[in-house]
């Protein structure tokens, strides 16, 4: 029995898991806190974390019906991500393990994204390969067993997500924009604007999203405040187009250098409607396993993080007290 801990960015997650089963995962969102700045600001999020972890570890353990005498282990996000935000709940899952002489598992917040798809029902087993794109990473992860994954492609600018965030706002959009910025591309016209798709021709693996939004940015200036509202819908489709594009191109290009039997997309951005019907009519042209995880498993949430803890050292009391928090990703999460 783990409870887990993750706030490495804007959302507030705790989440009891029984193995592979999960009994509570526990989301608060702090978007509307941050919507009015038109995106996350870490110190707004820091503070609301310190608010809101000890009553959303309540809410967890209340709805799974344990209590902490039944926890075995505790896990939480020890990085990469916001060093103020990690610093709450790391502080607070030692908070927690402490007086109990409990282990604590720190979790590599990338893994957690993987580790989403070992969770019941139906968990996928390695290898496969992972498709992560979120509002702070997009990478293509190679999984070839439950403890880690090896970075085959990742972003060399923007992550997907922070573009559709910030074309979002550049069509008057709120944030998160994803959401808002897909629902407005189903009226539009994908081909209205013949965006060029980035990195297509660069024959790695990892991916661009500064080029495109640069490339919004002169397209909005020169069709002018009249222009773009006029023409939201097709900018917002076209954009949507070429962000897929880039994304299933590499897709594609790592299923031929890799031998890969399933491929299982993860992030926030994986809620995008598009992204999976492209990434789903590409695995069955080729015969492969498809695992998309629910939605509230694709966004942040500390379930995926408990997943992952299951197959990550766990530190004996008391050896994790001086632990830190890493806001870049050091993979595999090292002893202290
Ligand atoms: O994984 P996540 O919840 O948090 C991070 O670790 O960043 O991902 C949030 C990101 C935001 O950038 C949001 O705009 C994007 O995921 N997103 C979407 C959609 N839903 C969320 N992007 C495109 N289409 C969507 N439907
Ligand atoms: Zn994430």
New binding site residues.
């Given amino acids: 029995m783990i409870l887990a801990i993750e706030t490495?960015?804007d959302?507030t997650c705790a989440a009891v898991v029984d193995g592979a089963e999960i009994l509570a995962n526990t989301i608060s969102s702090q978007d509307e806190a941050h919507a009015r700045f038109g995106g996350i600001v870490p110190e707004v999020a820091s503070r609301h974390h310190l608010e809101l972890t000890a009553p959303v570890v309540e809410c967890a353990l209340e709805e799974a019906g344990v209590t902490l005498d039944q926890v075995e282990a505790v896990a939480v996000t020890a990085g990469p991500g916001l060093i103020g935000a990690l610093l709450v709940g790391l502080s607070t899952a030692k908070a927690i393990a402490a007086p109990r002489k409990l282990p604590l598992i720190p979790v590599d917040h990338l893994q957690g994204?993987v580790a989403a798809n070992f969770l019941a029902p139906e968990p996928l087993e390695p290898p496969f390969l992972c498709l992560l794109a979120?509002?702070?990473?997009t990478l293509l992860a190679g999984v070839r067993d439950h403890s880690g994954h090896e970075v085959l492609g990742q972003t060399l600018d923007d992550?997907a997500?922070?573009a559709?965030?910030k074309v979002a706002r550049l069509l008057g959009l709120g944030f998160?924009?994803?959401?808002a910025?897909?629902k407005l591309a189903e009226e539009g016209d994908p081909e209205a604007f013949g965006l060029p798709v980035a990195m297509a021709r660069d024959p790695g693996l990892d991916f661009s999203f500064s080029g495109l939004k640069t490339a919004m940015v002169y397209l909005c200036r020169d069709l002018g405040e009249d222009g773009v509202r006029e023409r939201r819908a097709d900018l917002a489709a076209s954009f949507q187009m070429a962000a897929i594009g880039q994304l299933t191109a590499k897709l594609k290009r790592a299923l031929k250098r890799g031998d890969w039997g399933a491929v299982a997309l993860g992030?926030?951005?994986a809620?995008?409607?598009p992204?999976r019907e492209a990434v789903a009519a590409l695995c069955e042209e080729r015969g492969l396993r498809l695992k998309l995880v629910p939605l509230r498993l694709?966004?942040?949430n500390a379930a995926m993080i408990a997943s992952a803890a299951r197959f990550a050292p766990a530190l004996p009391y008391p050896e994790y007290l001086p632990y830190d928090a890493f806001p870049s990703s050091r993979l595999p999460v090292p002893a202290p």
């Fill in positions: 490495s960015c959302d994204h979120s509002g702070g990473h992550a997500g922070e559709f965030d998160p924009g994803g959401p910025l897909q992030g926030g951005v809620a995008n409607g992204l694709c966004t942040d």
